[in-house]
């Protein structure tokens, strides 16, 4: 089975950076994934790490490190429209199943 | 446009009446699955299905049921729904063998009354 944590809950400023840490424990690991949810609406997919190391898409960037159970998910130069839930979710190597964490509110103020 | 179809996207029902939440995904994918989301405890899975004929109970598949008849359809049924599964239900779908997220469904707002 699949145990991941992540903070309930981050505020920042608009134009600044956060990082948002999720850890997790797991049976069999196949890769993490981020979405970003909307209140309301369906997760979208941001980003994915398989192998350790960071990657970069635009103002977002996540890193892994498989040895730590770690990841982050770093959003720059924020926006009004980053406020959003942030899902760190890991995927099972026997079942293609993605086991989500409960999700990070970031809330972007003026 | 590649896209997962989840009808209705709201619906408020009476307890033990049963009712079918359909979805259907336009991406020839083989795995499908459904998702419960509730405040605090976020998604998570009821049910699944690598393939047609082939489903699987998810973490929570208690008082649910599904099929997998054909490639793009994957229903979510209700035999005899209660209160407790007021909820969010989120479809989403995958391709397998190889490292891809899921596309989701829009979502489907269910009270049980």
């Known amino acids: 089975g699949q145990n991941i944590d992540q903070p309930t809950e981050m505020t920042a400023t608009e134009g600044a950076i956060v990082q948002i840490n999720c850890t997790y424990q797991?049976?069999?690991?196949?890769?993490l994934f981020w979405y970003q949810q909307h209140a309301g609406e369906a997760p979208t997919f941001l980003s994915y790490?398989?192998?350790?190391g960071l990657e970069e898409k635009g103002r977002f960037s996540s890193f892994l490190s498989r040895s730590k159970g770690y990841s982050y998910l770093l959003l720059k130069e924020l926006q009004m429209k980053d406020s959003a839930s942030y899902l760190c979710a890991v995927r099972d190597l026997a079942d293609y199943k993605l086991s989500f964490g409960a999700g990070t509110t970031v809330t972007v103020r003026a | 446009e590649a896209q997962v179809t989840q009808n209705p996207r709201y619906l408020i029902t009476v307890t033990g009446k049963k009712l079918t939440v359909t979805c259907s995904q336009n991406m020839n994918h083989e795995y499908m699955s459904w998702y419960r989301q509730d405040p605090g405890l976020g998604l998570r899975q009821i049910y699944y299905s690598m393939n047609v004929e082939v489903t699987d109970k998810g973490d929570v598949p208690e008082g649910y049921k599904v099929s997998r008849k054909e490639k793009r359809n994957f229903p979510l049924i209700l035999e005899s729904p209660s209160p407790n599964q007021t909820s969010l239900y989120f479809c989403?779908?995958?391709?397998?063998?190889?490292?891809?997220?899921?596309?989701f469904g829009s979502g489907t707002r269910l009270t049980v009354v």
């Open positions: 790490n398989v192998l350790d």
């Open positions: 797991t049976s069999g690991f196949n890769g």
């Open positions: 989403a779908s995958s391709q397998t063998g190889r490292m891809v997220g899921y596309t």
